[in-house]
């Protein structure tokens, strides 16, 4: 999508919206049913920014999969809309070799360049290609016009905050628009990529766990080796010794990262994790990660650990350490809504399948539906893309069917945790 059909697509949002809204303050003021006209006006409202975020894809429908977060505040099929664009992935036409020339200019002399992208997004594209000592490489390359996209989507997401700021009236939503203008920022700077690639490669590369190293970085140009394997997309099929073996792998990586690395790989798209021939977990592009995190991941481990333990006191005690919940938030009142399920970590094993994922409750998929009817649930945006890399990576382990040895994974997280 253009950048001026974006523009205008995302500008209609609020205009749209804002004229169905006035004009059920207008039907109520002449009698009409109020819960009735404001209910027609909030789902078209809802329809029609689910779909010009999906449709917009890039910076807009990233925004559209941190407002998911928070769905269950709306009615639910209009939540379910909104849940719906955190299955989407960017799939974009890739763009010819002759409109990012500039961009490869910058690769020494003898590289070699394949001239069809095996990836695109709104923002860039993937080639494939060879170093000048001949090691296979994967070459990222950013668009010319990215910086203007971002700012563009920027502005008209800040222009829709109202809007959603009336959809979702317990969300700070100028808080979560400043949050996601910064993590665009990062992103637009392929250096920041690189070296938070690097970071994680040393810290992981004792584990058993490989990550691409890299060749090159500048602002708008990456050259990582290229790495071979079965991404997760590929696994369900896969014998189960293989399943369980990158199962395991991905959890130990999701959890063990903020304690490693201090922080986590934010981007659980099936694509980015890889399986090798011998069966080591290969992970990929760390363009999105989540600064100085922990907190979201070890509260995750203390609420099943406690939990299993009978200690539901310090279950409630956890979550006002971390800011989540009020003071007059009750112990029966938080676990009664949390409804947590103690099986991946009660067990010595746990196989992980999307009949469990579809009969959980969303104690941890949605923290505002958490607490509904007890308190508002206070969830800073900086939580969000740790909250997004846990609660992903457990759908990938569903989505292979991967028996893991949670407990094993788990213990040790939370440093608070103090057995009895």
């Known amino acids: 999508m253009g950048l001026i059909r974006r523009a205008a697509s995302l500008a209609s949002v609020p205009v749209s ?85 500039k961009q490869l200019a910058q690769l020494p002399d003898g590289v070699e360049v394949e001239p069809e992208a095996i990836a695109a997004a709104s923002l860039g594209q993937v080639h494939r290609g060879v170093w000048t000592d001949g090691t296979p490489v994967a070459i990222k390359v950013q668009y010319a016009d990215a910086p203007k996209v971002v700012k563009a ?68 140009i990456l050259v990582t080796e290229w790495i071979d394997g ?21 959890a130990r990586f999701c959890f063990w990262s903020p304690r490693l690395v201090g922080a986590t790989h934010a981007d659980p798209h099936p694509g980015n994790f890889r399986l090798l021939e011998d069966d080591r977990l290969a992970v990929l592009d760390f363009g999105s990660v989540a600064d100085d995190s922990g907190l979201f991941t070890n509260l995750f481990a203390q609420t099943l650990i406690l939990t299993t333990e009978g200690r539901d006191d310090e ?31 009660s067990r010595e094993e746990f196989t992980f399948s999307r009949e469990w994922l579809q009969g959980r409750s969303q104690q941890f998929q949605d923290p505002v539906q958490a607490l509904q009817g007890a308190s508002r649930l206070r969830f800073p945006p900086d939580y969000l893309l740790e909250h997004r890399a846990v609660m992903g990576t457990v759908a990938l382990l569903c989505g ?21």
């Open 17 to 101: 919206t804002g004229a169905r809204l006035a004009g059920a303050a207008t039907a109520t003021a002449l009698g009409a049913d109020r819960d009735a006209v404001y209910a027609k006006a909030t789902a078209a409202s809802v329809e029609t920014l689910t779909s010009a975020l999906a449709k917009a894809r890039g910076p807009a429908l990233k925004f559209g999969q941190a407002l998911a977060v928070f769905s269950s505040a709306l009615p639910p099929e209009q939540a379910a809309q909104l849940t719906a664009l955190t299955r989407l992935y960017e799939d974009a036409k890739p763009q010819p070799l002759k409109t990012i020339e």
């Open 153 to 220: 989507d920027m502005l008209q997401l800040r222009a829709m905050a109202p809007l959603v700021g009336r959809l979702l009236p317990t969300l700070d939503v100028k808080a979560l628009i400043d949050e996601h203008a910064e993590r665009l920022t990062e992103e637009l700077d392929y250096t920041h990529e690189a070296d938070w690639q690097e970071h994680f490669r040393r810290a992981w590369e004792p584990e058993g766990i490989v990550i691409p190293r890299v060749l090159m970085a500048t602002k708008t």
């Open 230 to 250: 079965t991404p997760f997309t590929a696994l369900s099929d896969a014998p189960a010794h293989r399943r369980d073996a990158a199962g395991r792998a991905l």
């Open 315 to 345: 279950v409630l005690q956890a979550w006002r350490d971390a800011g989540l919940v009020a003071e007059s938030t009750t112990t029966a009142q938080l676990i009664e809504m949390l409804d947590p399920d103690v099986r991946p970590y």
């Open 400 to 420: 292979i069917d991967a028996t893991v040895d949670f407990r094993n994974v788990i213990s040790g997280v939370g440093d608070e945790v103090a057995h009895a």
